[in-house]
């Protein structure tokens, strides 16, 4: 889908644990973190959502955290606004499995790409960089952004609307 650039947004409510299933451990759980499901600690490095999106092809990728909502609000609505494939990946800590990444965590470490002036939401480089930063620093804001046709654009068949109604 992120590479066809679909016109779709898809917000990623990222707990780091499973916290419906009490407490397993996730594609984004970090590493040597003990879950009910990995009793001696997580073996497999966290899924990536953000250089994900970015390599795979999306038009939007963004990161909120749900202790900023105002924030948090921007970045999805400039997804939803987007057209073509965006990602907000949102950090919403479980209160009641994640002891390590909690709200005080992210609180302490996350700032905001857009403060930086010399950052460039258009450099693929640069939003890969960022999207691997991580520990006492975390970003938030809007990592890449670049307007380029979606595939319902791009396929001459769609280009006179949904195959259902041609004749």
Not at 29 to 45: W, Y
Request: proline share 7%; glycine share 6%; aromatic share 10%.
């Amino acid at each position: 889908r992120m590479r066809r650039n679909l016109d779709l947004t898809y917000v990623v409510m990222n707990n780091q644990i499973y916290g419906l299933t009490t407490g397993q451990a996730s594609p984004t759980t970090m590493k040597q973190m003990r879950t009910k499901s990995t009793p001696r600690g997580n073996v497999e490095l966290p899924i990536n959502p953000i250089a994900l999106a970015v390599v795979s092809g999306a038009t939007y990728v963004a990161r909120a955290f749900s202790g900023e909502p105002s924030h948090m609000a921007d970045m999805i609505a400039g997804a939803i606004t987007h057209h073509g494939f965006a990602l907000v990946d949102v950090f919403s800590p479980c209160v009641t499995y994640n002891m390590v990444n909690t709200y005080p965590y992210f609180k302490q470490r996350c700032y905001k790409l857009q403060d930086h002036k010399d950052y460039d939401t258009a450099n693929v480089q640069m939003a890969l960089e960022r999207s691997f930063e991580w520990g006492d620093r975390i970003p938030l804001g809007l990592f890449y952004k670049d307007e380029q046709p979606t595939y319902e654009d791009s396929e001459p068949a769609l280009r006179q609307g949904p195959l259902v109604k041609h004749p």
